[in-house]
């Protein structure tokens, strides 16, 4: 019987932890993961972009073409929402923290937007402006 405890024990905890991957991360756990760091994004087809999470919740986006779009990010329930002022409607998703780093995934599934963390590091990223060559 003693033998069978950390069995249980080890398979409980495997259950748990398949678990919390499913759960989204709260505000405050995004912000500490993401906080002085910039992530490196990719879809299923390639490449999304990077984005900076800088202080007080600010973050600079730059797309695939290495444009920046300055913003904020802000909990909304289980959500994380991104204003950059120049959308009609401020763009929420669902962060999760897998082995390899972020997933995300936005509200609207009816497309397939979901996006993978494939870096992660502590240097901005380079912008350009909208226009100009590489």
Known sequence: MVRSVPLALSVALLVVAAQAA??????????????????????RAGHAGQETYLENRRVRWADH??????????????MICFDYGEEPVTQCWWFYLEDYG??????????????????????PITCRQPGTDL
């Open 22 to 43: 499913d759960i989204p991360l709260s505000a405050e756990a995004f912000e500490d993961y993401t906080t002085g760091y910039t992530v490196t994004f990719a879809d």
């Open 102 to 123: 972020l997933r995300a995934e936005y509200i609207d599934q009816s497309a397939d937007s979901t996006l993978f963390e494939t870096g992660r590091d502590d240097k």
């Open 65 to 78: 073409e290495g444009v920046c779009t300055d913003g904020s990010w802000y909990g909304m329930g289980e």
